[in-house]
């Protein structure tokens, strides 16, 4: 197998497996799946295949250099990120005694875009994931890689963002987890706010810290 085709494969498998490694993006995807619908589970892994293009642009762009560089702004961005987390969760724990609610017609419409929306959010809300990034890229990609396999990360990494939270979308969708949601949604809500928080205020925990 050619090197830069393997080297590709090696940074998509180390992606993939960091995917889907639970965390709040899986929470949120799952949350969604069940609470509002498939659709809206499906554009909220679409957020997030969106969010690792990003990431993956930047990590190419040489953001994890400017980070390390300009430190202030790393700063920033991790309390930003983290107040976002906090925000999300405080919703949906202020939430989670209200009864679901599966709108219709343009609302549904609205909906969808949406659940996209937090899900990029959500997604882009860590910037330690484009630290990741570039550390994984840096790691397996070869010190001058051909144009093609620049050109085909953003794109792939889509897929595979994308495809993974996808599949959770539609398990989590399916009647029997549906039906458990409905008969516990307080508490799961209250347990998703709970980690989706924690992330949030351990970033925020982290920018405070001295150096």
């Known amino acids: 197998m050619d090197g830069s085709v393997l080297a590709l494969l090696s940074v998509l ?11 709040p993006s899986f929470v949120l995807v799952a949350r969604t799946s069940i609470a509002v619908s498939r659709a809206a589970g499906v554009a909220a892994a679409v957020g997030m295949g969106a969010g690792g293009v990003v990431f993956a642009t930047l990590a190419l762009l040489g953001l994890h250099a400017l980070l390390i560089q300009v430190g202030w702004l790393y700063l920033i961005l991790k309390v930003a990120g983290g107040l976002y987390l906090v925000h999300l969760a405080v919703r949906i724990w202020r939430g989670a005694a209200e009864p679901v609610r599966v709108p219709d017609g343009t609302a549904k419409s609205h909906g969808i875009l949406r659940s996209f929306g937090i899900g990029l959010a959500t997604q882009i809300s860590n910037p330690k994931t484009a630290i990741v990034y570039a550390s994984i890229f840096a790691a397996l990609l070869p010190a001058s890689p051909p144009a093609w396999v620049l050109l085909a ?3 792939a990494v889509f897929l595979v963002e994308t495809g993974w939270y996808a599949i959770v979308a539609v398990a989590f969708s399916a009647g029997r987890p549906r039906a458990a949601y409905l008969r516990s949604k307080a508490w799961i809500d209250r347990l998703a706010a709970s980690v989706i928080g924690a992330l949030g205020i351990r970033l925020v925990m982290d920018a405070a810290k001295p150096s």
């Open 13 to 23: 498998g180390a992606l993939a497996i960091g995917a889907i490694s639970p965390g």
């Open 153 to 155: 990360l953003p794109p």
